[in-house]
């Protein structure tokens, strides 16, 4: 039933608890029990807008992986915070330590946003891949 809840809600969102009720065939409060259930144990940690590509449009992304110092990282972190373009930061195993998405309306913004990373304190070495087309994506 959770893995049933989940599902539809990755598909919308915005369904109601008495919708997804009727669709699932089982009473709203047990709909609602559930959902609750989901919350608190953080499987559900919020809902949120999933971006059309009408909205992506005239939109530059780009993956940035970067080698950082040893200990260096949650400066750097915090400093990444404060780089609107940066949209999420992740650690990584093997080559590189941090790879970055960042989102950008122009060539120019993201060439600044680029050279203010690879200005930071601690960046040892970055390597930018260039966002050119989206085949799919599984990402709720």
Known sequence: MDRNIIGLLSADARM???TLARRM???RSTVQARLERLETTGVIAG???KLGEAAR???LRA??????EPRAQAAIITRLKAIGEIEKVFTTSGRYDL???VAAPSTQVLDQVLDQIGALTG???SESLIHLSTKFDRAV
């Not at 993956?63 to 950082?68: A, H, N, Q, R, Y």
């Open 63 to 68: 993956s940035v992986l970067l080698t950082i």
């Open 123 to 125: 960046v040892v070495s």
């Open 47 to 49: 809902y949120t807008l």
């Open 57 to 59: 449009q005239g939109r």
């Open 16 to 18: 109601s608890v008495a």
């Open 25 to 27: 065939k089982v009473a």
């Open 99 to 101: 790879l970055l998405q």
